[in-house]
């Protein structure tokens, strides 16, 4: 559902998502900032009515801000089995399952089944494309999942652990996206959130959130560069900050460009160094996982063995790997050159070079930046959390009375439209502030037209087979009329989400007129109204579902304390208390694999049951060893904590 | 006269740095009173009147103030709104609008693709076209402003090289192979359509 349309009283998508909502009062509610990241996501919020500025990252239950962006399907059936954590555990416990696991599905947002390439290599699905929308969709045993699908249970198992946190149900949010994402990928990521439960306030690009987490901290105005290398995308974005505004003054990227291909680089090698049978007998997923442990290692040190199902004990050094690295490192500064070209803008113009996105830990990122520039990097930002960061800020901004700071973002490509002999012509320059617009005026060509067909192009290119193509449109319902008699004034607005919006009305008659849209990618509005559809008919379903997921992280965690507890306690107790405490232990563990929340809920309350003596005595040796040593008068204090 | 009149400034072709850096601070003080993000939480909602009313106003203010930093585009809209809606009253002739669709089915008849020039013929009328446009914009626009602005684009120009003289010289040059002529005429038929129908 790339384009919104608005025509009069047409239904808009804001109007079918807020339905319901309409008498809520924005400046309560709480608005969450979501960075929805290739490889992993994460989620800041504040409290409206809390200290100003005070932005937190929400964290799972063993303190980790980072949620795995996994999602784990069932080999059978094809549906949702485990997402986050979860979905990588029961992965690294049984290897087989990792072609069952979707990761990076940030990359097929929005995109067609020819977008895709190189891409499918960080999957072992098959794909199809969507006969109607172009999409590119993913085959699991009975099941097809649409990206947008995949994304939005990333999404609402992010919205389900802020509001564990929080207290409070979550409605809103911000989400960021890689400033060089076009309109389709916006709207997909959009049409994710509504899929999700969320209203989607903002989508916000990635590197302007990182600009103000960034301002945040360090309130000084200038002309900085964020330079943002992720999981899956590559971004750069010149601002100027005045006054307590942000204006991005040029924005590049590369939206095929991150981390995982630097692992994909690992692994292209170590394939060019096997035989295939022996490499092809291991899942994708699983050379994936030693690449980037290798990758890992090689950022901290000079040399690392390779420890892998195949190659396993090849010693590679870092200046080997940079060697593997070096094209992507290239590309990566290109995209800056042409950033700085866009803003009319020296390297020595620049105040400050911001890194953020996982991948700039890597030491030859930041040596290669640091040459680039000619300067230190700034890495004062924890480079995973910074984007979630200012996402949270912008969040907040939107839910409270007044934003104290005003962003001012741009178009980062250029929309056209096409014209005779398949050139395009460009309405709206990338780099131009949102919100923007451009108007032209049509007329009939034919005696008795009724109608006017648009082709739309996002891209630099001049040729249509060249740019990216995002909707053709109908614009219906003339009166029959002589040629040159109708004036059709067409709208093309890009709102401050960067999506696109249309509208028409005739200049004689001032009145709107039908367009009709059928996007090249992604879901139609009566497609993405039938999964709301769904959604709301497989609540109860879903809510199950969700319940088993909680139910096996908690019971998962109870398994590990109790073996622990046995190690550490088992002998104190009686031989009949152990024994019944081991055999409810293997009750828990049968019941972990059985898809029935209730039979895991009953075996975790017969353990509970069996098993207090042995948790009292594993307390109070936790309490003595915490204990020892400290002066009675501490003690208060240590109770405190 | 828009756009010069959403940024409240008189009407310019050229800017100096100095009087870039002003326009540049007006720009933002308007976005400071205009942006949907400075509304009152409560209306703030994507859907609300005054949240849809805030990005249509941002929206011409950020689309007029890209075309000012450019005096080609100044012209292009200077052109385009001076004229205003198309009326009995300002449209050029319906005999020039029938000609013009001849001229246009002409060329779609050819099946015109990249790499193919257009033929003599063809070139001529098309340069027919361009001067008597031209003439006619630069009557108006001096009739409704009092103002005489130069259009080199739509002037004698005898090829799309021409057409595109206000360039500059590195530009006109990528401009030479036959593939951005073709390019360049379309634009120009676009531009045709986009004025006068």
């Known amino acids: ?641 | 006269m828009r756009p010069f009149s959403t940024l409240g400034v008189k009407p310019f072709l050229f800017l100096n740095e100095s009087a870039s850096q002003i326009l540049h601070q007006i720009f933002l003080e308007k976005n400071l009173e205009l942006h949907p993000d400075r509304l009152p939480a409560a209306a703030r909602k994507p859907d609300s009147p005054e949240a849809q009313a805030a990005e249509e106003k941002a929206a011409m203010l950020n689309a007029d103030y890209a075309d000012l930093k450019s005096p080609d585009r100044i012209i292009k809209r200077v052109l385009m709104d001076n004229l205003g809606p198309p009326t009995a009253k300002n449209s050029l002739p319906p005999a020039f609008a029938m000609e013009y669709f001849d001229f246009q089915e002409k060329v779609e008849s050819l099946n015109l693709c990249l790499g193919q020039s257009l033929p003599d013929d063809l070139q001529k009328e098309l340069l027919h076209f361009k001067n008597r446009i031209g003439k006619e914009c630069e009557r108006k626009i001096q009739e409704r402003t009092g103002q005489t602005m130069q259009f080199p684009f739509l002037g004698k120009a005898e090829s799309p090289s021409e057409y595109l003289s206000p360039w500059k010289a590195e530009d006109l040059a990528k401009l030479q192979s036959i593939d951005f002529e073709i390019r360049f005429f379309n634009q120009f038929l676009n531009d045709l359509k986009r004025r006068f129908g």
């Open chain 1, 1 to 641: 559902m790339p384009i919104q349309i608005d025509l009069g009283s047409s239904p808009s998508l804001a109007n079918s998502s807020s339905r319901n909502e309409n008498d809520l009062d924005l400046s309560k509610e709480i608005v969450v900032g979501i960075d929805l990241g290739t490889t992993h996501s994460l989620v800041a919020w504040s409290d409206p009515a809390g200290a100003s500025n005070h932005v937190s990252i929400i964290k799972d239950s063993q303190n980790r801000s980072l949620f795995p962006s996994a999602v784990l399907l069932n080999p059978e059936s094809g549906n949702l089995e485990a997402l986050g954590w979860q979905a990588l555990e029961r992965v690294k416990t049984d290897p087989t399952l990792s072609k069952n696991l979707i990761v990076s599905i940030k990359r097929f947002m929005g995109r067609g089944l020819k977008d895709v390439g190189e891409d499918a290599k960080f999957l072992s699905f098959a794909l199809s494309e969507d006969s109607l929308g172009g999409q590119v969709l993913l085959k699991s045993g009975q099941s097809t999942w649409n990206p947008i699908e995949i994304s939005a249970s990333i999404l609402k198992a992010l919205k389900t652990q802020a509001e564990k946190q929080i207290g409070k149900k979550v409605r809103r949010a911000v989400i960021t996206v890689p400033a060089y994402f076009d309109d389709a990928q916006r709207s997909a990521t959009k049409a994710a959130g509504r899929l999700a439960g969320l209203e989607v306030l903002r989508v916000f690009n990635e590197p302007t959130a990182a600009a103000l987490a960034y301002g945040w901290s360090h309130e000084k105005p200038g002309k900085i560069l964020v330079f943002d290398l992720g999981g899956g995308t590559f971004d750069v974005s010149i601002l100027r900050i005045e006054k307590n505004i942000y204006e991005v003054l040029a924005t590049q990227g590369d939206v095929k460009l991150g981390g995982d291909d630097f692992d994909k680089a690992l692994m292209d090698w170590l394939r060019s160094q096997s035989s295939v049978v022996e490499w092809e007998s291991v899942p994708l997923g699983v050379h994936k996982t030693h690449a980037e442990v290798l990758k890992r290692e090689l950022s901290e040190k000079t040399e690392s063995v390779y420890q892998g199902p195949v190659g396993s004990g090849k010693l590679l050094s870092r200046e080997f790997a940079e060697g593997l690295w070096q094209p992507l490192i290239d590309r990566a500064l290109s995209c800056c050159l042409k950033a700085l070209e866009a803003a009319q803008l020296k390297i020595s113009d620049i105040d400050d070079v911001i890194l953020v996105g996982g991948a700039t830990r890597m030491p030859s990122v930041r040596l290669a930046v640091k040459k680039f520039f000619n300067r230190d990097p700034n890495i004062s930002l924890n480079p995973d959390e910074a984007v979630a960061l200012g996402a949270g800020l912008q969040a907040r901004a939107l839910a409270t009375q007044a934003a104290d700071k005003l962003l001012l973002d741009v178009i980062p490509l250029s929309l056209g439209l096409e014209t005779f002999g398949g050139a395009v012509s460009k309405l709206i320059l990338r780099n131009s502030t949102l919100p923007t617009e451009a108007r032209e005026v049509f007329t009939n060509h034919a005696e008795n037209q009724t109608g006017f067909d648009f082709h739309i192009l996002q891209g630099e290119r001049e040729l249509v087979g060249d740019c990216r193509s995002l909707a053709r449109f109908k614009l219906k319902g003339l009166e029959p009329a002589p040629p040159g008699f109708h004036r059709i004034e067409v709208i093309f607005r890009i709102d401050t989400n960067g999506i696109l919006n249309v509208k028409a009305r005739d200049l004689r008659s001032q009145k709107s007129h039908g367009i009709e849209v059928r996007p090249s990618f992604g879901l139609s509005e009566s497609e993405l109204l039938t999964m709301l559809e769904s959604a709301d008919r497989y609540a109860l379903a879903d809510m199950e579902a969700r319940q088993l997921v909680d139910i096996r992280v908690e019971a998962e965690t109870v398994v590990r304390a109790a073996e622990k507890t046995l190690v550490n306690v088992g002998g104190r107790v009686g031989a009949r208390e152990r024994s019944d405490f081991e055999a409810r232990l293997i009750d828990l563990k049968n019941a972990l694999s059985s898809s029935s929340s209730e039979n895991i809920r009953r075996a975790l309350d017969e353990l509970d049951e069996v098993g207090r003596e042995l948790a009292e005595l594993q307390v109070n040796q936790a309490l003595s060893l915490s204990l020892s040593g400290k002066e009675i008068a501490n003690m208060g204090q240590i109770k405190d904590k």
